[in-house]
């Protein structure tokens, strides 16, 4: 079998855990002082990818 080519996109923006696929929050770039506080502080935080879109984030990132 030959090696799976990793996607470089997908390596810039997710990271493998043991519990799944790592990554960051969007809307955090600009237009920021009409959202909450709490909102931008929520955003801040890394999130685990969502169960649906579980398969397709590891197939992208295969050696990573």
Known sequence: MPKIKTNRGAA???KRTS?????YSSFRRHILTK?????KRQLR?????HASDLKSARRMIPYC
């Open 12 to 14: 810039k923006r997710f």
């Open 19 to 23: 519990s799944g696929v790592k990554c």
């Open 35 to 39: 959202k909450t506080t709490k909102r």
């Open 45 to 49: 935080s890394a999130k685990l990818i």
